[in-house]
């Protein structure tokens, strides 16, 4: 499906002006009805409150409107951001170093976002109590996800044994990778790094009367893993080095059932970040709000995208051919006003005669000329055709033309390259009647002295 994406395209829509005034008017929250002294006490009690309303209102959207699968997992993702604000994290291991960041629980199955809230750093109304592992799972698991038997993956960061004991009070599974400076974990199963690769620990201790299981595997390096129900042996495949014929290879390796459940699940955030950062808007702006709802936008484009191909069944159907499929047919009717119809076709790349020539755009649409007056000063430039300045500018092509109607020398390149003529033709003949003209003169000035 070939869509005229680009400049052009966007010219079809609105203007750059316009266009500027949208992303400055840019808001979710009136701020005509909070007076100075609300504000400023809005944001210091909740950095983000210009867009809280709108996250929240997103997330309840999201739940109503999806029911996830079982396999869940609950990740952090990013939101890319250079500008100053008190929230603002910095990684010097992510893609983006500088970025806000947010707390998500995504479907494993397909990365659709269910839950999700926006780190506030210092201002997290967190209880001294919890620690800041465990929030997380205080913010995402709601109560219509208890007793519901969820498998919920995390990764070292989140997992804890006061994370077990919390998943486990809401009747649901947890599995992920820990730490081995957690408090509470078995240090007899700790590995060094003599341990032979493929060798699996296994210990069970009880939560509550609930079992939980305690895993240590040896891969190229030590990997723990902390779950509430058991992992069995297994094999994996993975990379080795063959010294005898000094060549890399592949080779099976005993690994925890345990492990391979978890490849599985913990990939929805990961899946769902890695789609938006494809597709993620380059707007600039020196505000952080149109920022985050221009994100939040993508995540509901993205969320909208499951919903459709799940509902109609759709195998093969990828995320950039439903955004171009969403944005035609939001934009449409501004084609239709602006325009006069659909796109048949769209400036070359370069304002050259050679890339104009065969292009349908100059004989097909509707041409109107036009002259730029920005500040009440004109903007010239040279006519396409003959190389001349001049202020006439097609308002379709986005090309200068000559228009000079009642000029002797019939500088009126309008219609010459809005017609299906040759424009290396007509630039040589008009290029070669200058020449003869130029000749003409000279002979007269030579007569002229002669006599």
């Known amino acids: 499906m070939s869509m005229p994406f680009g400049s052009p395209f966007i010219r079809k829509i609105m203007s750059y002006q316009r266009f500027s005034q949208m992303l400055k008017a840019i808001h979710y929250l009136d701020y005509s009805a909070y007076s100075a002294y609300e504000l400023q006490k809005l944001k210091d009690e909740n950095p983000f409150f210009p867009v809280e309303g709108l996250c929240r209102d997103l997330e309840e959207r999201y739940q109503n409107l999806y029911q996830i699968h079982r396999n869940v997992d609950i990740d952090e993702q990013t939101i890319p951001w250079k500008g100053r604000h008190q929230c603002r994290c910095y990684m010097s291991k992510k893609p983006e170093k500088w970025h806000f960041k947010l707390f998500a629980l995504n479907d494993s199955t397909n990365g659709y976002m269910s839950r999700f809230y926006l ?129 890399w290879g592949l080779q099976q390796i005993n690994a925890p059932s345990i492990a391979n459940l978890y490849n599985k699940i913990m990939c929805g955030t990961d899946s769902c970040d ?135 020398e019939g500088r009126n390149h309008w219609e010459k390259h809005h017609s299906k003529e040759s424009l290396l033709q007509s630039h040589h003949e008009t290029k070669t009647s200058n020449d003869d003209g130029g000749d003409d003169d000279d002979e007269d000035e030579w007569e002229d002295e002669d006599n």
Not at 316 to 323: G, R
């Open 119 to 247: 780190y506030k750093g210092r201002k997290e109304q967190r209880p001294g109590d919890i620690p800041a592992t465990l929030w997380p799972y205080k913010q995402l698991i709601t109560e219509d996800m208890r007793d519901k038997n969820y498998i919920i993956a995390t990764d070292n960061w989140f997992t804890s044994m006061e994370a077990v004991e919390y998943i486990l009070s809401t009747n649901n599974q947890l599995v992920g990778t820990v730490r081995k400076n957690r408090r509470n974990i078995p240090k007899r199963q700790i590995m060094n790094t003599k341990t032979k690769r493929g060798t699996i620990k296994q210990s069970k201790t009880e939560i509550n009367g609930r079992n939980v299981f305690f895993t240590s595997w040896m891969d190229t390096k030590d990997v723990y893993f902390l779950s509430t129900f058991q992992g069995k042996k297994a094999t994996t495949t993975r990379k080795s080095f063959n010294k005898t014929n000094n060549q």
């Open 274 to 408: 890695h789609r938006l950062s494809l597709y993620r808007s380059k707007v600039k702006s020196r505000s952080w709000i149109p920022r985050i709802i221009i994100h939040f936008l993508t995540v509901s484009a993205f969320n909208a995208y499951i919903l459709y191909k799940e509902s109609n069944k759709l195998g093969k159907y990828n995320f950039l051919t439903y955004l171009k499929t969403l944005v035609m047919q939001l934009v449409e009717e501004y084609l239709d006003l602006r325009s006069g119809g659909t796109i048949t076709g769209q400036p070359p790349a370069k304002n050259t005669k050679k890339m104009w020539e065969k292009n349908p755009l100059r004989w097909t649409g509707k041409h109107a000329p036009i002259i730029l007056k920005p500040d009440n000063h004109r903007i010239r430039g040279r006519c396409l055709i003959c190389g001349r300045q001049t202020t006439i500018q097609c308002k379709e092509c986005h090309v200068y033309l000559c228009l000079e109607v009642d000029d002797e």
